[in-house]
Every structure is written in structure tokens, then in C-alpha cells.
């Protein structure tokens, strides 16, 4: 079945240096959706992704989705300690009516 | 936020007891899903929703059930509760399926004993 992995899976920064996390897909993906989870609450929805090459911003966060449309990235720029928590991308393949979670990488923001 | 409750939001159990959750939504949106999450594993699908008495099942669906008799309400079965299933629970709920937003409830945290 599809599989979608994210790496790294936790990464520790200083407050100010940039952080990035790849997410890729064993198969070609219709759409990608990014997901935020603080610690102890619930992921909320942050952007999709639908055409190859695609890339958006807010605000200091940057998502790219790759012109296969197997992998995707998540920069954030200066990181703030309100970055804390878990990120998650999310594809579906269009055969099914659900999307599969990556594994999450966990970012941790210290002064 | 979406307007999604479920409960109860704890719950301890013993090994082979019947347990159910609940989600309710007021959003009146079509399509809703169950996931666990598990340390190393993220959000893994157990079964959703694409309307009233319509379900189909996620990757991880054996031992669990669901039903849906209401726009509103998606239940969550675990006919037989095993140590295996202590997870915290989500449920979500979307407007137009895959290619939309998935809003998540607050989760329901699960220990099996």
C-alpha cells in the first residue's frame, strides 16, 4: 500500500536558525496536505499542494511539493518557539477517498 | 475551530471489554474519519464516513467497527478491547473528502489494561 515517510523525525534547534522537514511518497500523489500538531492538542490543517513543482508561503513557512509529485518539503525561516510540535504531511493518491499521514517530524525550539 | 466533540475524552478499560467512542459534528460536513496515534507511527486510518450508513475501512481496522446513523454523529467500536489499542483517538471531519481540509476533534485518550 502507499507509504509516506518524513524525515527527519525530530530535530532540536536554536531560536532564529531555519528548519526543514521531506516528506516522500512510494507513489505519485494527487495532492498534499500539511498538518501542525502542538504538544498535547490536535493536528490543524496548514496548506495543500496540488500541481507539480507547486510552491506556497505563510509567512515564514515555505511548502514545496516536487515536480514527480512524490516528495515535499516544509521550510520554516527563523524559527520561533510558537513552532513547537509535531508536522505531518498527508497525501492521497486519487483512488481512494482518504489520505495517508506521514510519520511526523517533531521540532523543538529552545532560546 | 471546526465544531467537532468527541467523547469521553479519557477512558480506561480492561482487556475484553466492549468500548465506544463518539464524535459529533455540527459543521454538517459529509465525510468523517477515524485515526490512532502512535509514538513512531503518526495518524494511522481506521475506518471513515462518506455519508449516512455509508463507511468504508482504513488501514488498521481489524478489531474496531463503526456506524453512522446521523450527518452528525460517527461511532467507534472496539468490540473487544486489547492492550494493543491503548492510543489516543482522533476524529475528523471534511467538507469535500480528500482534496479538503480535515479538522480534527481534541482526541480521545484511550489505556486498555
Known amino acids: 500500500g502507499q507509504q509516506v515517510m518524513q524525515i527527519p523525525q525530530y530535530q532540536h534547534v536554536q531560536e532564529g536558525e531555519d528548519f526543514t522537514t521531506y516528506c516522500n511518497s512510494s507513489?505519485?500523489?494527487?495532492?498534499i496536505q500539511w498538518y501542525k500538531q502542538r504538544p498535547g492538542g490536535h493536528p490543524v490543517f496548514l496548506i495543500q499542494?496540488?500541481?507539480?513543482?507547486e510552491v506556497k508561503k505563510q509567512k515564514r513557512l515555505t511548502f514545496q511539493f516536487g515536480e514527480a509529485k512524490k516528495n515535499s518539503s516544509l521550510h520554516i525561516t527563523a524559527t520561533q518557539t510558537t513552532d513547537v510540535g509535531t508536522y505531518f504531511c498527508?497525501?492521497?493518491?486519487?483512488?481512494?477517498?482518504?489520505?495517508?499521514f506521514g510519520t511526523g517530524t517533531r521540532l523543538q525550539v529552545t532560546l | 475551530d471546526a465544531g467537532i466533540t468527541q467523547s469521553p475524552r479519557h477512558k480506561v478499560t480492561e482487556t475484553g471489554t466492549p468500548v465506544t467512542l463518539r464524535c459529533h459534528q455540527t459543521?454538517?460536513?459529509?465525510?468523517m474519519y477515524w485515526y490512532r496515534q502512535d509514538p513512531g507511527h503518526g495518524l494511522r486510518l481506521i475506518h471513515y464516513?462518506?455519508?449516512?450508513?455509508?463507511?468504508d475501512k482504513g488501514e488498521v481496522s481489524d478489531g474496531y467497527s463503526v456506524s453512522r446513523s446521523k450527518t452528525e454523529d460517527f461511532l467507534l467500536t472496539l468490540e473487544s478491547a486489547t492492550s494493543s489499542q491503548t492510543s489516543v483517538y482522533f476524529c475528523?471531519?471534511?467538507?469535500?473528502?480528500?482534496?479538503?481540509?480535515?479538522?480534527f476533534g481534541p482526541g480521545t485518550r484511550l489505556l486498555v489494561l
Open positions: 507513489t505519485t500523489l494527487s495532492n
Open positions: 499542494l496540488v500541481k507539480s513543482g
Open positions: 464516513s462518506y455519508g449516512v450508513k455509508d463507511t
Open positions: 475528523a471531519i471534511s467538507e469535500s473528502g480528500i482534496l479538503g481540509t480535515q479538522y
Open positions: 459543521e454538517n460536513h459529509r465525510y
Open positions: 498527508a497525501g492521497n493518491t486519487g483512488t481512494a477517498s482518504k489520505l495517508t
